[in-house]
């Protein structure tokens, strides 16, 4: 596998993380620094919570992580950022499939018109520049009607066996809200402007990712959020039945698959993949709860409500195509990840502790 030595080695201008104050862009911004990297940050810091994230990152690796805040619906910030850098990993967005459906306009300025910003700004100014986008496993809709569906203990499985290794990049995309639509937008952007104009660029369909600086919500971060409602004694609401299964996949491990792109870029330059826990690391909603009562030891309250728009019942990645690409696997297994989560939240939110979290946040 050749390595682009010459972007890690040679290019010591600053990799530009868009949304790196966000939880994935925070943790790859600290893994990039960690290993001497200088990145620049653009962020509008509109996601409650991730201004912690930006004091985070400057108490760890003070100078060489550089942030600003901005955001991307201003071509000419984004612009003025892109051109200095040696490559743009786009994570910068709207994240919410509500949010869309309260505000589809403000979601496609954000993630549509806010992609095109970046890709236009690399084309023109910095055409050299490795891209890598934040893709969704959306982009490929609801996937499974009732029929296409069969219930296998607490979660639901595809009736067809062949689905089993979980959905590839050949599936059908088929834009469904108006967030699917908006970053399914995006997706196709960043895909055709390494065909159309030869930007070296990759599309990253992630699905579950979870882990520590994730301030979920009952919006976006289901894993994340139903956690801190069992720390804080509050009961969890299931949109649907529970059973339907998504794969999660550790930070940790996204974060190596990211930077392992950017590293192989030269390979990869053009793909798209889908990028999650895959098979082995599939769980229903139920599921997650009955992992949530073992580890801290009684069951989270719950209560049902209506199928949310679009909601996939069953939803895992093939990863065989990411994983030969970049010699990468999940290394974190949910139990794992799940618990090195809990320990995070419980630091942060759970009472005393939050105090010594704050102190070495500003240390
Ligand atoms: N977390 C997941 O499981 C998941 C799955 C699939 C795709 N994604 C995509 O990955 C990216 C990162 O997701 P995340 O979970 O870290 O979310 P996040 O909300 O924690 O991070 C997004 C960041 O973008 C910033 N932002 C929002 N609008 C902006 C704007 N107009 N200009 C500049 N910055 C802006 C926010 O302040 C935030 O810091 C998003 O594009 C999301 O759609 C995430």
Redo the contacts with the bound molecule.
Sequence with gaps: MRMSIALRKEDSRPVLV??G?????CNIVSALAARGTRVLV??????AG?QENAHWLKARHGERVDIRT????DAEAVTDAVARVSAVLH?????AVTSSLESPTQDFE?NAR?TLNVLEAVRLANPGAPVIF???NKVYGRLFTDADIVRAGERYAPADARFAPGLSEATALDFYSPYGCS?GTADQYVHDYARVFGLRTVVLR????YGNRQFGTEDQ?WLAHFLLQAIRGAPITLYGDGLQVRDALHVSDAVAAWIGALDRIDDVAGRVFNLGGGPDNSLSLLEFLDLIAELRGSAPTIRFDRWRPGDQPWYVSDISAVSRALDWRPRVSPREGVRLLDRWLESRFGGAADVLQRDEMHA
């Design positions: 868009t949304g104050c966000g939880f994935i862009g653009i962020d509008n810091l509109s996601r991730v901005a955001d991307i619906r994570l910068a967005g709207q994240v954000v806010g934040a893709s969704t970053k992630m699905s579950c990712i971060g």
